[in-house]
């Protein structure tokens, strides 16, 4: 057990003045938030219908991502090929790239006259932007990455005795993977779905780039939120806390995760 | 070299020597520093050449532009972004600024009408209006609440046309963008838009009596950090020299 520190003072200023600039602006929302007419904001001005696209929207990117993710970090953990480092930074590039660009690197791909979406075009009249699978695809692109690191960090650090126990005693490679390394793993699986959903609902770049924005098909709440802001601030600001309020939700989901020292591994 | 930029020196110390700020062009007090300019995107282009002008004009003058939908920068303007002008691309936007204090009146300088844009190939075929209202047609406009998706509106309303969109874009070169990247059918722009695109896309006149217009108001502002720069911008917008830039690019005038 550590003993109770005094914090020198060269340190509790810069630590002070660190937590109110993340903490204030939250609290300038909560103060401006029109507390009085919240419900007929949020009813009147399509926030309903943005708020079911997005959570739609984010949960169908989160099971793409687990679909496609989890295999996907176990590769990453476990194969030993001389270019799997370029091939981690390929997959951790989404993380880092503006969402602007990765919408843009969608739209030159999958546009009906993008470099591969042509293809799908000319077979069966169907491109991805403008429709609420394109949303799908640009939330899936920029919050899978979450996903894969922080599963990939779990299944580098589960016992691989185990695994070889299992293997010793008969199970094939799919049942080890099915029996033995998803449950030692699960736990990060979760967390790391969870930060996916939560990044796929606040994305706003890449989907308005590839998706655009219309209510009921693209438009979802970050992009109902930039859209109430061109007239009115007020709207604007009761949909902010409804996104503020997910946040709240989805850390202390993940609360045991992240706020225990060490945590999100 | 050497002595060529030692000439160019001296010119330059000789100019800041002789005028330490130009004088306006109508005879008022002399201009320098910063102007900082808030312009509805479908201005880009003529702005940008405008300024340019303006510069020159007016040496030891910087023009900064900053364009974006008319409905955001009013919002800007009103929570006290730090500019000069504001050049919008309807009433009711430069209203919402007057309104909060922001200016004290504004003078209309152009007006602009729409347009219908296509891809090169035109891949839905577009010949007219209501080919926009067919199925199966990929159209993009503005949303409503920026001056160019109002503006369309009227247009469908004149034409009694519905015409459901499948993206509403943040403002006119958000829309135009979806057209050169051949994404949608067609688009609703400006005709100054379509001319600026060049080769990117083709424009489609819509019939007089179904278009509609939007006139242009813009403002010094009564924040202003450099009010004389700026209210010499706005008059050098509505001088003869400024409107022919405007004009070349397909305004109307008010």
């Known amino acids: 057990m550590d003993r109770p520190q005094r914090v020198p003072a060269v340190l509790a200023v810069p630590a002070a003045v660190g937590f109110a600039f993340l903490l204030l602006p939250l609290l300038a929302l909560l103060i401006r938030t029109p507390w009085r007419g919240l419900g007929r904001l949020l009813a009147s001005t399509s926030g309903l219908t943005a708020l079911r696209l997005s959570l739609e929207c984010a949960t169908a990117a989160t099971g793409l991502s687990l679909l496609l993710g989890v295999p996907l970090a176990w590769v990453l953990a476990r194969v030993r090929l001389p270019g799997i480092a370029l091939l981690r930074s390929v997959v951790l590039l989404p993380l880092v790239l503006p969402p602007v660009v990765g919408g843009l690197a969608l739209l030159l791909a999958l546009g009906r006259n993008g470099v591969f979406g042509r293809y799908g075009y000319a077979a069966f009249g169907y491109s991805l932007p403008f429709t609420t699978g394109g949303v799908v695809v640009a939330e899936t692109f920029v919050a899978m990455p979450f996903l894969v690191v922080t599963v990939e ?93 997910v946040a709240v939700l989805v850390l202390a989901a993940l609360r045991d995760q992240w706020l225990r020292p060490g945590g999100l591994r | 070299m050497r002595t060529s930029a030692i000439g160019l020196l001296a010119v330059l110390l000789a100019v800041a020597g002789c005028s330490p700020g130009a004088k306006d062009a109508a005879g008022g007090a002399s201009v320098h520093g910063t102007v900082t300019v808030l312009a509805a995107a479908s201005l880009t282009e003529a702005f940008g050449r405008l300024a340019k002008q303006f510069e020159a004009a007016h040496p030891g003058v910087t023009v900064k532009l900053s364009f974006g939908a008319s409905s955001a920068l009013a919002q800007q303007v009103n929570a006290g972004a730090p500019a000069d002008v504001f050049a919008s691309a309807a009433e009711k936007n430069m209203q919402q600024v007057i309104t909060a204090g922001g200016a004290g009146s504004s003078t209309d300088f152009v007006k602009n009408v729409l347009q219908i844009a296509v891809p090169p190939r035109n891949p839905a075929g577009i010949r007219q209006l209501s080919d926009l209202a067919r199925p199966g047609v990929k159209v993009a406009l503005c949303q409503v609440q920026v001056p160019c998706g109002a503006t369309a509106a009227q247009v469908f309303r004149n034409a009694r046309l519905t015409v459901r969109p499948v993206t509403e874009e943040a403002d006119v070169k958000a829309t135009l963008t979806k057209v050169e990247t051949d994404e949608v059918d067609a688009g609703l722009v400006y005709v100054t838009d379509v001319r600026a695109a060049g080769r990117k896309v083709t424009g489609i006149p819509i019939p007089d009596p179904v278009n509609a217009s939007t006139e242009y108001p813009i403002a010094a502002l009564t924040r202003a950090p450099n009010p004389s720069a700026a209210a010499a911008f706005v008059r050098y917008v509505l001088s003869p020299a400024g409107q022919a830039v405007l004009s070349a690019d397909g305004f109307e005038k008010p």
């Not at chain 1, 299992?166 to 049942?175: F, S």
């Open chain 1, 153 to 245: 960090g779990a299944i580098r650090s589960a016992d691989r005795e185990l695994e070889e126990a299992a293997a010793t005693l008969g199970a094939n490679r799919a049942q080890v993977f099915r029996r033995v390394t998803l449950p030692l793993i699960g736990p990060s699986v979760l967390a790391g779905a969870v930060l996916c959903w939560a990044r796929a609902l606040g994305e706003f770049g890449a989907t308005i780039t590839f998706a655009g924005s219309f209510p009921g098909t693209t438009q979802t709440m970050p992009l109902a939120v930039y859209n109430a802001l061109q007239t009115d601030p007020e709207p604007a600001v009761a949909l902010s806390l409804v996104l503020l309020l």
